[in-house]
């Protein structure tokens, strides 16, 4: 269990001033001082492997808290009352979660199904008066992405993306130098993310479950870092598709896609995503006065990372927690995340990964407007 100190220990460094929580603090001082301002009272909707990894840090959050749960599994309902305090009446099931308009003790729902089932989720808990935060990626193309932002718009309710790299100190920190010109003029970025998948009977080798293979699981880090690490919108991209075991990935299920970003200001990223590769989980970011590096750069941590000042030593954090934290504070205070996590933000990067898709396809230069 991850304990308010435990979280602390984890903080490489004293007094580090980094955008956070709430306005500006630094984060040690946010964790280390008695908080008791509004907290964001969540329910978790999937209680997989991913769902329970948040769950657990969010139990060192200050300003979210665990309140309720939606699963289609009685006994990890049963296991989840017991584990987090969660009283009978905050419990839902995927057939009666609507009825959760009617619970005042639940602000916000965050989706943590497989990907194709997140379009009809969000939107069904945005009418229910909700916000919602939504796993990546944030749906299977960007028309039902779309049209999740409009729901939620016409809900008036918040949508966020789980996008936890947004609030990682390292990965801020390359922001923070690029923005400042430290980098000089960025020329060239490449993103590579992948692994080796195992059981190909499981949700994410389904393409209806999925949406797709390694890209929409994995490749979106680097799509999403390419954006983040350049802080331009690409203008075209190509892509090409390698498939070494059409058994294991099936029609639809990519295994290795390497695919090419143009950008505005002339900046080119050259990225890999991929089902089939083990240790593929690195960025580079170049100017004409600068580099960074990132490896591991997505991994749940630590993460590591140089630049051509040296080593980077942000604090190491346990990225749920503080992204946790971070979304409370866009819900209930307004603030502005130095890397925006909305729901236009997802549907970016999934106009990417469609035109992606198209451009394997077509074997051409797809143009992108986002
Ligand atoms: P899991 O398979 O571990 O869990 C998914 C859960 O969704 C299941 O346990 C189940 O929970 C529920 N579910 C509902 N319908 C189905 C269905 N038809 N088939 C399978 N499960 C179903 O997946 P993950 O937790 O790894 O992934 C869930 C989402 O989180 C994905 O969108 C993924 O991309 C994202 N993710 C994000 C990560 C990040 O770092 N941001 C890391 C890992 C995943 P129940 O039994 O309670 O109904």
Known sequence: MHSRRDFLQKLTASAITLP?????????EFYSKPYDGP???????GLGGYGSRVAEAMQSSKMAKLVGVISGTPSKIKDWQSKYKIPEKNCYNYENFDQIKNNADIDAVYV???NAL???????VAKAGKHVICEKPMAINAKEGQEMVEACKKANVKLLVGYRMHFEPHTLEIVRMRKAGELGKITFFQGLSGFKIGDPSQWRMNK???GGGAMM???IYAINGSRYMVGEEPIWVTAQETKTDPQKFKEGVDETITFQLGFPGGAVASCLSSYNINNLDRFFLTGD???AELFPATGYGPIKGRTHKGELNQPIVTHQTVQMDEMAAIILQGKQPMVPVDGEEGVKDLKIIDAIY???????KENLKL
Not at 118 to 124: A, G, L, S, T, Y
């Open 118 to 124: 997140h379009h009809n989720q969000v939107i069904r």
């Open 112 to 114: 943590i199904t497989p």
């Open 217 to 219: 699981d994995i490749g």
């Open 20 to 28: 956070f929580l709430p306005n500006s603090t630094s984060l040690e």
């Open 208 to 210: 209806q479950l999925a």
């Open 39 to 45: 907290v964001l009272r969540v329910a978790i909707m």
């Open 289 to 291: 006065n600068g580099f």
């Open 358 to 364: 198209a451009a394997v396809k077509s074997g051409k």
